[in-house]
């Protein structure tokens, strides 16, 4: 059984394009995650993905089980088992979705302000791509509560203006979601992060073009 056989491409492509806002205050085991990451996401083929970002969630949960009170290592954690739930696309999906909210909810819990409160975008575009009660946890108005937050700790942040436009999508008002991706083709540069930045602007472009079409 495919759990999420039955979505629309754009929730199970959504989980796989979950990415980060990477802060230089993140110790040197988290970026090496950080850079697996992007490498992964950027570089290998799809049917890569999910032997890869297995291995990774290992290492995420190893990290994390020595680091307990690094709020950076939970919300890493949650952002590579979002990704992976996205590559499996499978019953399994739901087991890593749900592990991934509960990492994220960790990491506010220990700090909510860490990497300038990076895990409220991760849970807010969470609770947008996963499916509603009965199958899942989704749930637009609580999206809305993390989103809101990412963007006032964050307001130039890449991620959080491409994922609060994702939300905006999601109800159909294009032209307030144009106005978000806009601002993240404009987000300023990650030192270190090139290869994601590259990723994140392409994604925002794709989306801009879609909408505009939408909204005409």
């Excluded at 895990?119 to 499916?131: D, F, H, K, M, Q």
Aim: proline share 4%; hydrophobic share 40%; charged share 30%.
């Amino acid at each position: 059984m495919r759990l999420y056989s039955h979505l629309p491409l754009f929730v199970i492509s959504g989980l796989m394009l979950l990415c980060f806002s990477v802060q230089a205050d993140v110790n040197t085991e988290i970026k090496e995650v950080q850079k697996e990451w992007a490498r992964i996401k950027y570089t290998l083929g799809k049917k890569q993905h999910e032997d890869a970002l297995e291995k990774l969630t290992l290492k995420a949960a190893l990290i994390r089980e020595n680091q307990p009170d690094n709020a950076d290592a939970h919300l890493w954690e949650g952002i590579v088992l979002s990704t992976y739930a996205g590559a499996i696309g499978t019953l399994r999906a739901l087991d890593a979705v749900t592990k991934s909210r509960d990492a994220l909810e960790k990491s506010l819990k220990i700090d909510p302000e860490a990497s300038k409160g990076a895990a409220n975008t991760y849970l807010g575009t969470l609770y947008v791509l996963v499916p509603e009660w009965p199958i899942g946890f989704g749930d637009l108005d609580l999206a809305k509560q993390y989103l809101d937050k990412a963007i006032m700790l964050n307001p130039d942040d890449i991620d959080a203006n491409l994922y609060y436009g994702d939300f905006l999508k999601k109800k159909k008002k294009y032209k307030q979601a144009e106005v978000f991706y806009k601002k993240a083709l404009s987000a300023p540069a990650r030192p270190g992060r090139e290869v994601a930045d590259e990723g994140r602007r392409n994604e925002a472009k794709e989306r801009l073009a879609e909408i505009l079409v939408k909204s005409k």
